[in-house]
């Protein structure tokens, strides 16, 4: 079944009724100006608290005013509401609020036939369809004629609303997008009062803007309801959730959340050295509203100095945690060497966006697991971990700390745009079962020398975990010195002996390659046990492989699907599920990363399905590589 | 942390194991001998002492130190040095560095340590070449200079390393030289006491690749005529018999003269706690290389709030108004719905 197939309903002209939908998928348009990831998330969270379950995608360009009205200045926010369970924001919109011709024009592409438009009239002037290379009224020239369009003059009934409340038209027309949203509202038949409670919130301190927006809010929704345009409204009940607690959360939210269990958990005191950049930057501004957990941001001079300082603050004993996107890991990666060789727990937070240098800054792109892997000089092994959907940010955050502190190690965890901005509800977890990490510093000597002095030798390993001891500065008798040079097996002075460099080498790759014994296994879902095809993804692809999968068992195909947390070391039975199949595909937003990971480590035929457009994968893209591995439609 | 009396120790209890290697008779020995010998006298603890470094030769001072220590990787110290004295209140955090180091690579680091007031105690070995590459010119080797690297002259204009500490807002900038044990203990021991991050720059002989490049200034028959100490409160002045001095002409500009000549009155009063650094940046012009009249001691030291302790500040104004952080609240900060 298709989304657009559900949203399908009878025909009762003339009469308002109210026709209830599994799901719907609306995307909001306009000028990068206009507000629409306010319009879209405010959306998003009535339709939470609501209980339905949801997938947001938030798609702006990275300039923050492109010139007004034109294609590049577009800002986008799709989001899937639904009663049932959810994993992607949606294929394809099955409405489209369009701001502008700009927008219009940029969206209108993807639409199906059937598809609801509604537009603002208001904004469909020659100067503005010009703007959008339009030339001619796409509202009138006939080229709209597959789908529903409802022309609403949303500018100039908001100027009409706010008239009396002593608004200035000028300002009145910034209100347009809560136009918008109660007309979104009326049609989804959302919940009128968390919106109108968050707007006097949000603008107490602004009245005739709280006003402004309450009453376009209001006259958009009272639009729906009486200008007998639209046929029906629409009910999208509550999805079935698991009985808990739920919030609405969004990746870098959850990641930095994450952190800050990790430091409580691990009674670390957490550090954060961070340079500003998208899409990383929200942690960082999260992280340091929460300066009651003793949390220390430090916004550096520079990417270098971000986890320089974090490196400082780890030698120190802190929890040492740097977050940036791929041009900072690229400017990181010397002292992440260092880190490996210091061997100090470190935790490098990169949220991918598409590169290859500044590439696209907004846009999500999975293409930096092979410089996680490989993107340093010599032989210099890091333990990775991904995130797979918004709110597993934040267990991939503290499953990140649990490694780097266990094994006095930098751990690269990989989040990408789409996680970072995307959002989802969230059952809250019972925070007091989660396992507590032990940072079992060292308190004394651990060796004795020639003569028979206790001596502390800061390169004597754990014999299970090889990790070395961690001792901070403090403590009499540990004063040790550490440093970027080969060190002496054990003692840790520095050392150009030959032999010994190997050991060290080899030493550091087993330290890594044993922390697989002690993750868990990758788990299958493959109800049947009969899929003749395996999808191996990783990261925020999963979303969209759920659906496929789901879609491709519903026609009848054997699909089973993997997803991998740990992506280095990989889980000790990765290799085994992958003999299993006679198939392996792997969906990457990447030219095919971790397909050539797999293939080089288990030797198997795993094929790559790639998409490097800077948005994700829709479902039906990888449903479609499916169908091809497995010979056409079921 | 304990209270109790700080053990009494000499210079071997702060020197470690490792053999040091630098070339024979390199400046950087009488500058680790004047650290070891210092510290017994500043009253502090070898377990709550950390030498941080980059990379050069300078850089490999912390595995002397038989104190905690980081070698870490070149022009980095400085920011290393934040994280960890932003989150050790309790520790002595002395960055060792050179010209290359601080300067070149690092530079970016340094002038941001320096302006944030982070507490650490910088000593800045400034040999005017690179050692450990083996003899390339450096940001501070003069104009034309002659090097491996540069066969036709180098044609960078040299930074003056006080100039540039005192345009980054340092608030505290010294100069010393490897020649004198004595002046080099008093600035380290000055630097130490500051609260911030101190700029220390050491004039140090690499005799190998850039031999007697301070010797003009520093040469034990120069120095008197060579060397203008700047004391705290009183006429800058010198010469053998204090003969000369310096004053300063109504255009602003600071000029070196006979004392016979204007009067004594008419001298330049060092005063290292002017709010203004102008005065201080003029002195650190006064000469243009190490072959004129070079000003040493302190050329600022002012109070300013250190930046670890008002990040401290931040925090348990945080805790004092909301409370020590609970996990579960923070959970239920947004809009929470409950179902079933």
Request: aromatic share 10%; proline share 5%.
């Given at each position: 079944m298709t989304t657009t197939e559900e949203h399908r309903t009878e025909e009762h002209p003339r009469e308002q009724r109210k026709s209830k939908i599994s799901r719907v998928v609306v995307r909001f348009a306009g000028d990068s100006g206009d507000g629409m990831q306010l319009t879209g998330d405010r959306f998003t969270a009535s339709s939470a608290l609501f209980g339905n379950d949801l997938s947001t995608f938030p798609d702006f360009p990275a300039e923050i005013r492109a010139p007004s009205g034109t294609l590049a200045g577009v800002s986008a926010f799709q989001v899937q509401i639904a009663d049932l369970d959810v994993t992607t924001p949606g294929d394809v919109p099955n409405v489209l609020v369009a701001m502008n011709p700009a927008a219009l024009k940029a969206n209108v592409g993807v639409l199906e036939k059937g598809a609801t438009l509604v537009v603002n009239a208001d904004a469909f002037d020659e100067r503005s369809l010009a703007k959008a290379g339009y030339g001619s009224n796409p509202l009138s020239d006939g080229s709209l004629a597959a789908f529903t369009v409802y022309e609403v003059p949303m500018t100039s009934i908001t100027q009409e609303v706010c008239k009396d409340a002593g608004v200035k038209p000028r300002d009145a027309e910034r209100s347009k997008n809560f136009f918008a949203l109660g007309l979104v509202s009326w049609l989804y038949t959302r919940p009128v009062e968390p919106t109108i409670d968050w707007i006097e919130k949000r603008f107490a301190d602004k009245p005739l803007v709280l006003e402004a927006n309450a009453r376009a809010f209001r006259a958009g929704y009272h639009f729906g309801e009486t200008a007998e345009l639209f046929e029906a409204s629409y009910e999208v009940g509550p999805a079935q959730f698991p009985p808990g607690e739920y919030t609405q959360i969004s990746g870098n939210q959850a990641l930095a959340w994450g952190l800050i269990a990790a430091s409580k958990l691990s009674g670390l005191p957490l550090f954060l050295g961070s340079y500003p950049i998208t899409p990383a930057s929200d942690i960082l501004h999260e992280l340091s509203r929460r300066k009651e957990f003793g949390v220390r941001t430090f916004q550096a001079e520079d990417e270098i100095a971000g986890i320089g300082s974090a490196i400082g603050a780890a030698f120190g004993g802190s929890l040492g945690v740097t977050t940036t996107s791929g041009p900072g890991v690229d400017l990181k990666s010397e002292a992440i060497g260092l880190a490996v060789n210091l061997e100090l727990p470190l935790v490098v937070v990169d949220v991918q966006r598409g590169g290859p240098s500044t590439g696209l800054p907004t846009k999500a792109e999975q293409a930096d697991l092979l410089h996680a892997m490989y993107g340093r000089h010599g032989e210099a092994p890091v333990p990775i971990v991904a995130a797979r959907t918004p709110s597993h940010c934040f267990d991939a955050a503290i499953e990140a700390v649990r490694i780097a502190v266990k094994y006095r190690t930098p751990v690269l965890l990989l989040s990408d745009g789409y996680l970072a901005n995307g959002a989802e509800p969230w059952r809250l977890p019972d925070v007091d079962l989660l396992e507590p990490i032990d940072p079992a510093f060292a308190t004394a000597p651990n060796h004795v020398d020639a003569d028979g002095t206790p001596v502390f030798w800061p390169y004597l390993r754990d014999p299970e975990t090889l990790a070395r001891p961690w001792a901070p500065p403090g403590i009499p008798g540990l004063e040790h010195r550490v440093g970027g040079l080969e060190k002496a097996d054990g003692s840790g002075s520095v050392s150009y002996d030959p032999a010994n460099h190997e050991r060290m080498v080899r030493l550091r790759a087993a330290k890594i390659d044993g922390i697989a014994r002690d993750i868990p296994p990758v788990e299958v879902d493959?109800?049947?046990?009969?899929?003749?095809l395996l999808v191996l993804g990783w990261g925020s692809t999963y979303g969209a492989i759920v659906a496929a999968v789901r879609r491709a068992r519903a026609r009848g195909h054997r699909v089973a699907h993997a997803h991998l947390v740990h992506l280095h070391p990989f889980p000790e039975n990765l290799g085994e599920v992958l003999a299993r199949y006679r198939r392996v595909l792997v969906p990457e937003m990447n030219l095919g990363q971790l397909s050539r990971l797999v293939r080089a480590e288990y030797l198997v035929d795993a094929r790559s399905l790639s998409k490097v457009q800077g948005v994700p994968f829709r479902a039906r893209e990888i449903e479609a590589a499916i169908d091809a591995e497995l010979g056409g439609p079921a | 942390m304990t209270t109790t009396a700080v053990p009494a120790t000499t210079r071997k209890d702060w020197a470690s194991d490792q053999e040091v290697r630098w070339c024979p008779g390199c400046g950087d020995y009488s500058i680790l001998a004047a650290v070891q010998m210092l510290l017994p006298e500043l009253g502090v603890r070898r377990e709550n002492t950390v030498f941080l470094s980059g990379i050069g030769c300078a850089a490999r001072f912390p595995y002397y130190m038989s104190t905690y220590g980081m070698h870490s990787i070149h022009g980095r110290a400085p920011a290393i040095a934040t994280g960890l004295a932003t989150t050790r209140p309790d520790l002595d955090v002395w960055v060792v560095t050179g010209d290359g180091d601080a300067l070149s690579i690092g530079g970016n680091h340094l002038i941001h340590a320096l302006r944030r007031n982070v507490r650490m105690t910088i000593l800045m070995f400034n040999n005017q070449i690179y050692g450990l590459t083996k003899g390339q010119y450096s940001?501070?080797?003069?104009?034309?200079k002659v090097t491996k690297s540069t066969p036709f002259g180098s044609l960078d204009t040299p930074f003056n390393p006080v100039s540039l500490a005192l345009g980054a807002e340092a608030s505290f900038v010294a100069r010393t030289h490897d020649m004198d044990r004595q002046h080099m203990q008093e600035m380290f021991r000055r630097a130490h006491e500051h609260e911030g991050a101190a700029f220390v720059e050491i004039y140090q002989n690499?005799?190998?690749?850039?031999?007697?490049?301070?010797e003009k200034i520093t040469g034990r028959e120069a120095r008197s005529a060579m060397l203008v100490p700047l004391v705290h409160g009183e006429p800058i002045r010198f010469g053998k018999e204090l003969e000369k001095g310096v004053v300063q002409r109504p255009d602003g500009r600071l000029e070196v003269v006979d004392v016979a000549d204007v009067g004594e009155d008419a001298l330049l009063v060092h005063d290292e706690e002017r709010e203004d650094p102008g005065l201080a940046f003029a002195l650190s012009r006064l000469s243009r290389g190490p072959y004129e009249p070079t000003p040493i001691g302190v050329f600022r030291a002012v109070r300013r709030p250190e930046y670890g302790a008002s990040m401290a500040e931040q925090l348990a104004d945080a805790q004092e108004r909301r409370g020590v952080g609970d996990l579960k609240a923070l959970l239920r900060s947004g809009a929470t719905w409950t179902v079933g």
């Open positions: 493959d109800e049947a046990g009969d899929a003749e | 940001p501070t080797s003069e104009l034309a690499c005799n190998v690749f850039n031999d007697a490049a301070f």
